[in-house]
């Protein structure tokens, strides 16, 4: 009990604290150098003292006074300066009322209001908009256009109407900044438009293109704002001009992005080796059970591995069957493709898979990477293409 109450003083006493090891440390890299560094003690001090004497200022998502239960910021005021003279605060936020509060943070007041400011925003990866609303209804517009497609899921919920759509936006717009350093996204003489394709048709089979505003700052490049192109005439009316001309034929319009170039890349070879590796097998069973059935989570490693081993046999006796088995995704945070395999631990094929298991090519043998629940399966898969319904469908995800 003793333990129990000595966790919950100083900085954890407010909220779960996510960099406890590194909070005085980075506190400190802020502060003046006239100032003397902090202490991991002062810092508790602070606020244990703030807490008794109820010296904590509460904050709604707008950065507006609000009562504890309603706030989603809490600030703790230090009396050290940061390096441009202002005074730092520590603060913890949470991401919802029912939340409980993480932290701890060190900032100015200036700092904080300008992070406030861009919590505000709705985010497509790095796209922008000023408000929810303009992002959301963007995503409804973009989503009218296109060629009639699933863009939810059935029974994964999300507090985000189209969540394969805002994924496929962000993750390509991803690939477009790296893919012939950045040329697929073209920018007008003046650098503050950009346009893009989204490699996304119409229901005229025409390709969608999207047009950004660009803003720098302080070095740094943002995408706000973004609206999908109905014509080239929008183009001119913006002033987009290329190397000092207009954008008159769709052939002057950017290229979508290209995934793979090698066909065999995208599909399965059952008679390759899959290298059932003592460390990958040890990252997917102990560090992923989570992503197993319940019933299946209880069970030792031992008998897991059997489940799993004999659920990859039978994948690949399919597979040898069925060309559409295993399917293509690309993973955007190592750029590369990647291969799902459907993975049914009962052995019955008969409802969707329990997860799919990720596949890399190296060395000429396939390597178990992890797993991945259908839907973020899903939303990598379509990246490449719309998987085939065989077992990757959203109406059952």
Known sequence: ??????????????????????????????????????????????????????????????????????????????EKKSKNGDKLIAYYSRQRVEKGWVGISFSTIKDFEKEVRDNLMFRLGDISFENWQDGLQFLEDLKTKCIPEKWSYRSHQSGIPHPILKSYIENTFEKLKVE?????????????????????????????????????????????????????????????????????????LPEPAIFFTNINEVIFQPDIEIDRNYDKFTHIIDERRDRFPKEDQERNTTELARKLDNAINDAIAIAKRNYKLVIPMYRPQEAKIQLLMPIYLSGSFTSVPDFALVLDLEEGIYTPETILPLDAAYQNARLITKPDELWLNPDDI
């Open 180 to 252: 012939n350093n950045g040329s697929k996204i073209l920018r007008s003489d003046d650098q503050k438009y950009a346009i893009f394709n989204t490699g996304l048709l119409d229901r005229f089979f025409h390709e969608i293109y999207i047009i950004v505003h660009i803003l720098e700052e302080g070095g740094e490049v943002f995408y706000r704002n973004a609206y999908i192109m109905n014509s080239l005439t929008d183009l001119t009316k913006i002033g987009f001009n290329v190397a000092g001309k207009r954008i008159v034929k769709q052939d002057h």
């Open 1 to 78: 009990m003793a333990n129990e109450k000595e966790q919950k003083k100083g900085v954890t006493s407010f909220g779960f604290v996510n960099n406890l090891t590194t909070f005085v440390k980075e506190a400190n890299s802020l502060i003046s150098n006239d100032e003397i560094a902090f202490k991991s003690y002062e810092l508790n001090s602070l606020i244990d003292i703030c807490l008794s004497e109820n010296r904590i200022e509460f904050k709604n998502k707008f950065g507006k006074p609000a009562s504890p239960e309603n706030a989603l910021y809490a600030i703790f005021q230090t």
